[in-house]
């Protein structure tokens, strides 16, 4: 088993684990929160117990469930796919705040700071790609606010345009427009 673990001072980001099952099931099954994901059927725990098997052998994949600290509460997910250490690139999404309440706290973007950190720190990529569906106006502002931009070149992963009949924008964070957003939002959160 993996054990990846960010530590913040009210969140912490825990590589995903059997505990966390019922919450993500029940997060991605909720109408209101699935509505944009790549999820066409009901998730249960049989293909969630599958979907583990796969990841853990997968290193090109990873899914970091937040917990709010205070109260020991999961409230959202965040993770990458594709992951390519040669060209320092990968596709970051898994995003879904499961617990409406923490969307847009604090919690959730001092969770989004911790990851991003992670992502072109440690981790070592350049380059973060995002798909997001084109009519989900929050996404796109929230990872517009957080330093991605539309890519209107040559589509990186053009098999992530078109997902399950939706229709999709790239967008792309280079390490530089990570750096340039970091300072107003540690501001913001008071760090």
């Known amino acids: 088993m993996r054990d990846l673990r960010l530590e913040g001072q009210n969140v912490y980001l825990a590589e995903v684990e ?3 099952f019922p919450y993500i099931i029940a997060w991605r099954n909720d109408p ?3 509505r944009y994901l790549n999820q066409p059927f009901l998730l249960d725990m049989e ?11 997968d290193s090109a994949q990873g899914l970091l469930v937040v917990v709010d600290k205070q109260m020991d509460t999961p409230f959202a997910t965040m993770g990458w796919t594709d992951h390519d250490i040669e060209e320092r690139v990968c596709i970051t999404g898994r995003l879904l705040v499961g617990d409406r309440r923490y969307r847009g706290s604090t ?8 990851f991003a950190d992670y992502m072109y ?8 790609y995002a798909h997001i569906v ?5 996404s796109i502002r929230y ?20 997902v399950n009949g939706m229709r999709q924008e790239e967008y792309v964070r280079l390490q530089e427009n990570w ?3 970091r300072p107003s939002l540690l501001e913001r959160l008071g760090f």
Do not use: M
Request: glycine letters at 6%; proline letters at 5%; aromatic letters at 14%.
């Open 32 to 34: 209101l929160n699935n």
């Open 18 to 20: 059997e505990q966390y």
């Open 107 to 114: 919690l959730f973007a001092e969770a989004t700071v911790l």
């Open 121 to 128: 720190g440690s981790f070592g990529v350049d380059a973060c």
């Open 134 to 138: 084109c009519e989900n106006l929050p």
């Open 179 to 181: 750096q340039a957003v």
């Open 143 to 162: 990872h517009e606010k957080y330093g991605f931009c539309r890519n209107d070149g040559i589509p990186r992963f053009p098999n992530e345009l078109i």
């Open 47 to 57: 293909k969630q117990r599958a979907w583990y098997e796969r990841y853990l052998s």
